[in-house]
């Protein structure tokens, strides 16, 4: 989804007018354009990492094409001999969609809390993730200080088609995620003002459905930095997927 800001402020301006009608007016001031466009900001996170399935659109992760045409994973993956792994994750990273490695019977969709019990169990080969029921969480890598998504644990090799030396497939099938809401320049198209700057758009991972979703949660936003409290309320349950 990509929409201009100016469009989103125009129409949190309708909504709140056919709403409080009156009251709009002692709310928004002439500054009020940059605190909606903070709100919508923060509102556009918050619907990133909240929307469903169905009204995200993934990024998969990319890196380089091996001999076949496939992502090949090597410069970002770190294996581990007892069978864990991890990758570097995108600058971008948000929200975790989907991993898949070639040797798991099922999707890591949802991550650990680092530090939680459920982390701490991963220490213990009787109790970490397995290839039936992976786990995994994002942490920063104590070699290259990146933020990596370590998982547990990679599937075995067939004992007949092993490379020499492995033990762990490691070989990632699927990596999807959803970045950060991203803002662009909108440029002027009138001759000889082509380097001005007349808005801005917001580029965000979703389907069109969630603009009306974003556009009552930045109200809801921006009515709680006003402290209008109780009318927040009601923009925010109306934000709800």
């Given at each position: 989804?990509?929409?201009?800001m100016s469009d989103l402020v125009k129409e949190m301006r309708i909504a709140m007018d056919e709403v409080i009608?009156?009251?709009?007016?002692?709310?928004?001031?002439?500054?009020?354009?940059?605190?909606?466009?903070?709100?919508?900001?923060?509102?556009?996170?918050?619907?990133?990492?909240?929307?469903?399935?169905?009204?995200?659109?993934p990024k998969r992760v990319e890196v380089s094409l091996n001999e076949s045409g496939k992502q090949d994973y090597?410069?970002?993956?770190?294996?581990?001999?007892?069978?864990?792994?991890?990758?570097?994750?995108?600058?971008?990273?948000?929200?975790?969609?989907?991993?898949?490695?070639?040797?798991?019977?099922?999707?890591?969709?949802?991550?650990?809390?680092?530090?939680?019990?459920?982390?701490?169990?991963?220490?213990?080969?009787?109790?970490?993730?397995?290839?039936?029921?992976?786990?995994?969480?994002?942490?920063?890598?104590?070699?290259?200080?990146?933020?990596?998504?370590?998982?547990?644990?990679?599937?075995?090799?067939?004992?007949?088609?092993?490379?020499?030396?492995?033990?762990?497939?490691?070989?990632?099938?699927?990596?999807?995620?959803?970045?950060?809401?991203?803002?662009?320049?909108?440029?002027?198209?009138?001759?000889?003002?082509?380097?001005?700057?007349?808005?801005?758009?917001?580029?965000?991972?979703?389907?069109?459905?969630?603009?009306?979703?974003?556009?009552?949660?930045?109200?809801?936003?921006?009515?709680?930095?006003?402290?209008?409290?109780?009318?927040?309320?009601?923009?925010?349950?109306?934000?709800?997927?």
């Open positions: 989804m990509e929409v201009l009608h009156d009251e709009v007016n002692d709310i928004i001031t002439d500054d009020s354009d940059t605190e909606m466009k903070q709100a919508i900001e923060a509102a556009a996170q918050q619907i990133l990492l909240q929307a469903p399935a169905q009204m995200i659109l090597d410069a970002i993956q770190t294996q581990f001999t007892d069978g864990h792994g991890c990758l570097t994750i995108p600058e971008d990273w948000l929200r975790l969609v989907e991993l898949k490695l070639k040797s798991w019977q099922s999707t890591l969709t949802m991550l650990m809390e680092p530090g939680s019990k459920e982390a701490q169990m991963q220490a213990s080969r009787w109790t970490r993730g397995t290839p039936q029921k992976p786990k995994g969480m994002i942490t920063t890598s104590p070699t290259s200080g990146k933020r990596v998504l370590m998982y547990w644990t990679a599937g075995r090799y067939d004992a007949n088609h092993a490379p020499v030396g492995a033990v762990y497939d490691h070989e990632v099938e699927l990596f999807t995620y959803i970045p950060y809401q991203k803002l662009e320049d909108v440029y002027s198209t009138d001759t000889g003002h082509e380097n001005e700057v007349t808005d801005q758009k917001i580029i965000l991972s979703l389907t069109d459905e969630c603009k009306k979703y974003l556009i009552y949660r930045a109200i809801s936003i921006f009515l709680v930095s006003k402290k209008e409290s109780d009318l927040a309320e009601k923009y925010n349950q109306l934000s709800q997927i």
